[in-house]
């Protein structure tokens, strides 16, 4: 390994290209929520809007994994390239989608109008999917560069690298709130915002000198590299990708997911002759309940937030910078924490506050008591995914961008195919219990049966609420919102399950010598 002082140019480059996926996150999610934008411009109804949603985040994960099947084939250079381009394609195409509504500047009415949306709203599901794939590039090329940059402190500083995603999240929520009326009247400024971070990292980066992986510069071969994820590990990664795809296009059955699975699964393993590592593969589970934890509560949280928030006149907004301003200056201190506790202790703990955050965010009442557990639960999250970022890379080095980059697409694709529906599952069966102790015997009236992944469940149907007598049907809109709140006290068995998990491991490496980084080198 080259023993030159790590660029901080470049460093900064990376932080900066994550503030641009940060931007071009909430930039797009206040055009497809907000019901006097996107929905309102091209028509959307709920279920469009959430659709088109998703297209611009299951790309990321399936980018981040392929991408880093290649990537030091084809070079970090060529990486970001490829990721600014994509957020080029995304501006051209909603500005396309705006063009078709808006033929030479005059908007549209009646009959053509909703001709012109449909068209319309398959720019946006291209810009979209592009968008996707260029952020999941971007963390794709940025995590294995910060983790060979720093390879004696890995998980210190890939946790103030990724403090610039809470970081972009406040400054680009911070300057859509400022733009104000702005959006209102023109709803392409907010397009034009991710320009801003782009063009500046890809000034940033363009002529900096890259440096050769630390697995690439040790001598580890391609083979070994991914005999390290193994058979196993390419089980997990490529049956979500697959799932995922089938849950995408109409087409795609699971006739050929299977046959997807096991055709890559095997070409694989006949290549690299691994099974893989068991530890990897024990942290590779540990991601699904963390990833869910972290990610698949948001949307829950924020709502239980934002209610009493809007009530005070207050913007919806503020939840999210909030809790994004809290996770960005603890990752920006991360160094001497994971030095005190190291990264498993502070995993432990993490695990610790979410459990507590989790429960008491069940049962808060009132602005202050909703705000103090939620920033208690951001605290709990704040270090959950760089640090597990940060043991994958100093565990496994041989293993290059490949382990570190696949375990955050294993995540990512977890929320959406089985952490997701999960968490729907579970307010549902909180839902049931307390509408059949409110009002018994009316939730199988007004039940149906729906099914995810792990099986089945019974959810509310609305249309059948609405043929209960008023007084019925009120009760149970009184004790529905209530419900979702109380069940993030169920959700908390995934924090409990990652607590367990990690002070095993904690002891594991106790019982080998204590917790100690491993150089591709040493090998």
């Not at 940033?204 to 193994?230: C, D, H, Q, T, W």
């Not at 009316?442 to 995810?452: H, L, M, Q, R």
């Not at 249309?463 to 006290?489: G, R």
Request: hydrophobic share 55%; proline share 4%.
């Amino acid at each position: 390994m080259s023993n030159e002082k790590p660029s901080m140019a470049l460093f900064w480059g990376c932080f900066i290209a994550l503030i641009t996926t940060a931007f071009a996150f909430i930039t797009r999610a206040f055009l497809v929520n907000d019901p006097s934008l996107w929905p309102a411009a091209f028509g959307l109804d709920g279920v469009q809007s959430k659709v088109l949603f998703g297209h611009g985040i299951w790309p990321f994960a399936i980018s981040i994994i392929v991408f880093s099947l290649v990537i030091d084939k084809i070079g970090y250079r060529i990486a970001m390239i490829f990721s600014f381009v994509c957020y080029c394609l995304y501006a051209v195409l909603a500005l396309m989608a705006y063009s078709v509504i808006n033929p030479g500047g005059e908007a549209l009415t009646g009959e053509a109008l909703k001709t012109a949306q449909a068209s319309a709203y398959n720019y946006l599901v291209a810009g979209s999917i592009i968008l996707g794939l260029g952020n999941g590039t971007v963390e794709a090329f940025i995590n294995p560069v910060v983790a060979t940059m720093f390879s004696k402190d890995k998980t210190k500083w890939l946790n103030i690298l990724h403090a610039g995603w809470p970081g972009g999240l406040v400054i680009g929520g911070l300057i859509t709130l400022a733009l104000g009326s702005q959006v209102a009247a023109d709803w392409r400024v907010l397009v034009y915002m991710i320009a801003l971070p782009a063009v500046v990292y890809l000034v940033m980066l363009i002529k900096v000198k890259f440096p050769v992986n630390e697995r690439v510069a040790s001598g580890v071969s391609y083979r070994e590299m991914l005999a390290e994820f193994g058979i196993i590990g390419a089980l997990i990664a490529f049956g979500l990708v697959f799932m995922q795809l089938e849950q995408i296009f109409a087409w795609w059955t699971t006739a050929i997911t299977v046959i997807a699975i096991v055709a890559s699964v095997a070409a694989y393993g006949i290549y690299c002759k691994s099974l893989g590592r068991p530890l990897l593969i024990f942290l590779c589970l540990i991601m699904m309940p963390l990833a869910t934890t972290e990610l698949g509560t948001d949307e829950a949280i924020t709502g239980l937030m934002q209610a009493p928030l809007m009530a005070e006149g207050f913007n919806g907004l503020w939840v999210l910078i909030y809790t994004s301003a809290i996770m960005c200056g603890l990752r920006f201190f991360a160094g001497p924490i994971i030095n005190k506790f190291g990264p498993l202790g502070l995993l432990s703990i993490c695990a610790t506050l979410a459990v507590i955050g989790l429960f008491w965010l069940s049962s808060a009442q009132g602005l202050v008591v909703i705000f103090a557990a939620a920033g208690l639960y951001a605290v709990g999250k704040t270090f959950f995914w760089p640090t597990m970022l940060g043991v994958v890379a100093e565990q496994f080095p041989k293993g290059g961008a490949l382990t570190l980059n696949a375990i955050a697409g294993i995540g990512m694709l977890t929320v959406g195919i089985i952490g997701g529906p999960w968490i729907g599952a579970q307010t549902a069966k909180t839902t049931q219990a307390e509408i059949e102790k409110a009002v018994p015997g009316v939730y199988e009236e007004i039940s149906k049966t729906d099914n995810y992944i792990l099986g089945s469940y019974q959810a509310i149907d609305h249309e059948k609420v609405k043929t209960l007598p008023e007084e019925q049907q009120a009760k149970v809109e009184e004790v529905e919102k209530p419900s979702e709140q109380k069940a993030l006290a169920r959700i908390a068995v995934l924090p409990v399950f990652m607590l367990i998990a990690f002070l095993a491991l904690v002891f594991y490496f106790k019982s080998r010598g204590g917790y100690k980084a491993v150089q591709a080198a040493d090998h």
